[in-house]
């Protein structure tokens, strides 16, 4: 399915969708847990769902119901309490890399063969330094495609020492996950960790369950085994990585934005946006759990424009798409850095931006670990958003501040995160 999207300015106030990240941490205890537990307004995406569905052919019951007020739905998981069922037929978790990665470790707590699978762009993605954790840790792995999925794990999970190479946050996460409720005690060192603070918040909701844990500054972990998982309930935050795109859209038309209900305390990465887009001139103001920001005048209006800047983002990868067409609208270089991780996410993001930024217009050099982009006007045209929902949100903000309209293509994809993503940005023109 193709989107237009038309030169115009944004404003007004919306609310984003709830977290990804924390929705699939929520449901992965619950599915765990003894007992009930309650996720209050959970992210509705496929995503999700796949997530949601995973939970449930490990042994948890969903019951999902919608809040009277309208605002959401609420789940109601009845846990495992740790005893996994081994599922039939292979676990398809669609395009949820988060999925993916986060329950291949649970998978490994019980005594059966345990399959995952998913579409095309999850059977590219590699999980090989995971999958050779979970080995030294005592479960079987058998590879299907290499280090990329389909693969089946079989426990039990004995524990043990294991050091861990982590491009991507969610192999430790994962582990961290599952080894409280392993048989033993586990040691992991770690040599290399991209994207920390989602480790941040995976330890939030272990310290949550209690679980009695050993982190020494991130290099090291001390997991004691036998541990369990209760019951719990939890409303889920607004999502930073979703807030991301209406940020920048305010940011490049000089508009000003309100995303309502996002906690300012929370560990997401993608909050790091907000201080990066005042670095580049925009002006932000908290009031509680909203949020509120003005971008400067455009350079096509008259204005200032935004400034350029060097960007980190490190712990940030999701952010690079939003972020790389926000700089081409700014008054000179930015450079994206120090995020190589950015080629292995659902596309090798940095070269597919590379790419159709430059179809569109733009001056922008590649770079291993990032880009590097000079503002100017882009023309507008034809875009191929590559099945990736964060590229395709992203451009669709490109049309924007463009001379001509920007079309892309495969726009369904931002159902993976952000349902009616197309209907909000319509809603928000002023």
């Given at each position: 399915m193709k989107q237009t999207v038309k030169p115009g300015k944004i404003g007004g106030t919306l609310s984003v969708p709830a977290s990804k990240s924390h929705t699939i941490r929520g449901l992965l205890i619950a599915a765990l847990a003894r007992g009930e537990s309650r996720l209050i307004r959970p992210l509705l995406s496929s995503d999700a769902l796949s997530c949601l569905e995973a939970c449930r052919r490990l042994g948890a019951v969903v019951q999902r119901t919608v809040l009277e007020d309208g605002t959401g739905e609420e789940w109601v998981i009845t846990g495992t309490a740790g005893r996994i069922t081994i599922p039939q037929e292979p676990i398809d978790v669609g395009n949820s890399g988060t999925t993916l990665y986060l329950a291949a470790s649970l998978a490994a707590l019980g005594d059966g063969p345990v399959t995952?699978?998913?579409?095309?762009?999850?059977?590219?993605?590699p999980a090989g330094p995971l999958l050779g954790a979970l080995e030294t840790l005592g479960a079987r792995v058998t590879r299907h495609n290499g280090d990329c999925a389909p693969f089946t794990i079989q426990g039990p999970l004995k524990g043990g020492e294991t050091s861990l190479?982590?491009?991507?946050?969610?192999y430790l996460s994962s582990l961290l996950l599952a080894a409280p409720l392993?048989?033993?005690?586990?040691?992991?060192?770690i040599s290399l960790l991209y994207e920390q603070p989602y480790v941040e918040m995976t330890l939030g909701w272990l310290e949550e369950q209690f679980v009695v844990l050993e982190n020494r500054d991130f290099k090291e972990f001390f997991i004691p085994g036998g541990q369990s998982y209760q019951g719990f309930s939890k409303a889920v935050p607004g999502d930073y990585s979703s807030a991301a795109f209406p940020l920048c859209a305010a940011a490049l038309t000089g508009g000003k934005i309100t995303i309502e209900d996002l906690d300012p305390r929370d560990s997401q990465g993608d909050k790091a946006l907000i201080g990066m887009l005042e670095t580049m001139g925009c002006r932000v103001q908290w009031e509680g759990r909203n949020l509120s920001l003005q971008g400067p005048v455009p350079l096509r209006e008259g204005g200032p424009g935004l400034k350029p800047a060097v960007l980190d983002l490190n712990d940030t990868p999701d952010a690079l798409p939003a972020l790389?067409?926000?700089a081409c609208f700014a008054a000179g270089t930015t450079e994206l850095?120090?995020?190589?991780?950015?080629?292995?996410?659902?596309?090798?993001?940095?070269?597919?931006?590379?790419?159709?930024?430059?179809?569109?217009?733009?001056k922008v050099e590649e770079r291993e670990d990032g880009l590097i982009i000079t503002g100017g006007p882009l023309r507008g045209g034809e875009a191929a958003g590559h099945g990736d929902h964060r590229v395709v949100m992203a451009l669709a903000l490109a049309g924007l501040g463009a001379q001509n309209p920007v079309t892309v293509d495969t726009a369904e994809a931002v159902d993976i995160t952000f349902p009616g993503f197309f209907g909000i940005l319509d809603k928000l023109r002023i």
């Open positions: 995952f699978t998913g579409d095309q762009q999850i059977r590219s993605r190479s982590c491009p991507t946050s969610q392993a048989d033993g005690n586990t040691r992991l060192t790389a067409v926000t850095v120090n995020v190589p991780q950015a080629r292995l996410k659902e596309t090798d993001r940095i070269a597919v931006m590379a790419r159709e930024l430059s179809r569109l217009g733009a």
